[in-house]
RNA sequence: GGCGGUGUAGCUCAGUUGGUUAGAGCAGCGGAAUCAUAAUCCGCGUGUCCGGGGUUCAAGUCCCUGCACCGCCA
């Protein structure tokens, strides 16, 4: 059996994330999760709320709660959107498991045992009135170059001059706008990741057909200017994974906690580990080549943003611990989705987010229309007039007029079973060759995730039963010749069955549906098309589902429109 | 500023290693059908493939250059 292993990017846990997120790696990798199960692979399939750093301690404390407690309820609301869209995750963990600490205290030790982990001195501004260091970007202060008052330490977004938190004048903590602030020195471990640059360039290079939006950007930050940067992997913050050298305290790291960046990634390994945790499997035979992970084939989603980390960062961790550890095989990455001419903005609120998408609509409308938009080969444009046009198209009329019409023809004709009787001819040959072809097109799409062709190839095969009732007419047959007619909409009424087993990946609810209505539990993959349309033989009872697809109307659409232009009150 | 990406029909997008009259869906126009969520099916595209050079027997597809938009810069 074909053993697959996914991981999603995982989201941030300060905040709801909007449909943009949602397409850039959870929704994709719940797709082909979908489909490989199909398909019969065993699958693995993983995604956590990503909880450390700066971020998640100030919503928590503009929530006015421990930053754990807050980190626990925003897990919360997370998995429930994650399930209300029906993301098929074996696990959605936490990076502030048990697990993720031990993990990442087990691979520091082991980068500092393969000589990778070097200490260095910096000096950093700390805040006495918070009583903590600040990242650089939460100084401010006026620009040097500009004279911008509110710069940031990294970098002033008004002249985009790169700076140096000591390079501002009148510097202020952003957190609570004290002047209080000092320079001290720290100590942080750095990766010296440098010194992998030629094995991770190897590694890269080794890989076959990753797409090239991936190999360009990770190549880009490997030969770039000095080439790869050692990275810090520590901070002075209080939430976080406390540093430690596998299970031996760190002398001289007291008190500090690794970099959110640098534990991440490895969440995707502690997931596991807590589903196997939770569940009594076993997790090594997913991640650990010399037990059992060197027949899985693992495979990554993420947002453009996130590849470097991917190609980089995470696998120097993995590469440069020395250990056997599975590294990703095939890493799919996304451009943006846009807002209506513009970006979805958390900040200002513009935009959809998961939790108003299902507020309005039921999950497969979205998951249907981002799926087969997905922005795969550039930044692509959610608008609601294309929208409502697709959706009412693709799904009311295309598929789900397709159900109510075969369902409620035999209704009204044989009742509400398959009825008997009558021979296939050369139309229905040529119906089940024609989608032969297309399920197998539709499989190597899949298999090579192309989501928008496989959208659009699914979509053809819908038509095709269109297509073919138009030709066949049993409307039209059944007052010369009831049997033939009997035949005819029983082709139909399997293609109900097959059409369910072929979109539940894009449409998991409206399949479910349909298999109900064909009161069928066979979901067998189609592997033999013309075995898969006599399922459902003669006399075998159905019923006639609800409607479908409900179609958005113009009214409904402007309400929309205007409701989510901006201004979302948190 | 540096780097990267994008620019193809009214809209959203496909166009493999350069090779027959540049494609799909939607929208639009015309027709057929009437089982169905007024839902379906068929037919219809003379598009400076952003502009300008160049390589080639042949370029949307390669090279140079200009313009526009977008992103990234740890």
Redesign the pocket.
């Known amino acids: 059996m074909q053993r697959t292993l996914i991981t999603s990017a995982i989201p941030y846990i300060n905040g709801i994330k909007h449909l943009g997120n949602l397409i850039g790696s959870q929704l994709p990798a719940d797709l082909y999760a979908r489909y490989a199960r199909a398909r019969g692979h065993e699958v693995m399939f993983i995604c956590a709320t990503d909880e450390h750093g700066t971020p998640a301690e100030l919503a928590a404390k503009k929530a006015g709660k421990p930053v754990a407690e807050y980190c626990a309820e925003m897990w919360q609301v997370q998995k429930d959107l994650a399930d209300g869209f029906r993301l098929s995750f074996d696990h959605f963990g936490r990076s502030s498991s048990p697990q993720n600490h031990k993990l990442t205290q087990h691979f520091a030790g082991k980068l500092d045992e393969a000589g990778l982990i070097e200490e260095r001195s910096s000096k950093q501004v700390y805040s006495n009135a918070d009583g903590r260091f600040l990242p650089d970007r939460y100084v401010e202060g006026t620009c040097p170059n500009c004279g911008y008052e509110r710069a940031r330490g ?2 002033c977004e008004n002249c ?1 001059k ?1 700076l140096e938190p000591t390079d501002l004048i009148d510097p202020r903590s952003a957190i609570s706008g004290s002047t209080d602030l000092e320079v001290r020195s720290t100590k942080h471990l750095f990766l010296k990741q440098s010194q992998l640059k030629d094995r991770l360039d190897a590694w890269i290079d080794s890989q076959d057909g990753w797409p090239v939006l991936t190999t ?1 950007i990770a190549k ?2 490997l030969h ?2 000095d080439g ?2 050692d ?1 810090g992997i520590t901070r002075d913050l209080d939430w976080g994974i406390p540093v430690m050298r596998g299970d031996e305290p760190w002398p001289g790291m007291e008190g500090k906690v690794f970099y959110v960046w640098f534990d991440a990634p490895i969440e995707y390994i502690a997931g596991t580990a807590e589903w196997a945790d939770a569940n009594g499997g076993d997790w090594e035979r997913w991640w650990r080549k010399d037990k059992g992970a060197e027949d899985v084939r693992y495979v990554q989603f993420m947002g453009k ?1 996130n590849v ?1 980390f991917h190609t980089l960062g995470f696998p120097a961790t993995l590469l440069g611990s020395g250990e056997p550890w599975k590294t990703v095989d095939y890493l799919k990455a996304f451009n943006y989705l846009n807002y209506d001419g513009g ?1 979805f903005s958390t900040s200002q609120g513009r935009g959809v987010f998961m939790d108003q998408a299902l507020e309005i609509l039921p999950s497969d409308y979205w998951r249907w229309w981002l799926l087969s ?1 997905a922005p ?6 959610f608008t609601w007039e ?1 929208f409502q ?2 959706v009412n ?1 693709d799904l ?3 598929l ?2 397709f ?3 075969v369902t ?2 035999c209704r ?1 004709k044989f009742g509400e079973a398959v009825p008997e009787g009558g021979d296939w001819g050369a139309a229905e040959t040529a119906l089940i060759d024609t989608l032969t072809t297309r399920i197998r097109a539709y499989e190597r799409h899949m298999d090579a995730i192309e989501i ?2 496989a959208a ?1 190839e699914l979509r053809a095969i819908w ?1 095709a039963g ?2 073919y ?2 030709e066949a ?1 049993p ?2 047959t059944f007052k010369t010749d009831p049997e033939q007619a009997a035949a005819q909409i029983r082709l139909a009424l399997n293609l109900i069955r097959l059409y369910a087993v072929l979109s539940r990946p894009f449409i998991p609810d409206a399949a479910a549906a349909m298999l109900a209505g064909m009161q069928t539990e066979d979901d067998a993959w189609p592997d033999d098309v013309d075995a898969a349309v006599r399922v459902l033989a003669p006399g075998h009872a159905f019923t006639v589902p609800d ?5 958005i109307d113009d009214a409904t659409r402007q309400g929309w429109a205007e409701r989510f232009a901006g201004g979302r009150r948190e």
């Open positions: 990294d970098q985009t790169q360009s880009k930050w770039d200017g790869l940067q990275r943003d470097p970006q938009h795969e080969n550039q930044d692509t444009e294309a046009t697709d198209k009311a009329d295309v789900g007029n159900v109510s019409r409620k023809f009204s928008r062709k659009a038509v269109n297509e009732l138009q007419a409307w039209a409607v479908l697809f409900a179609k």
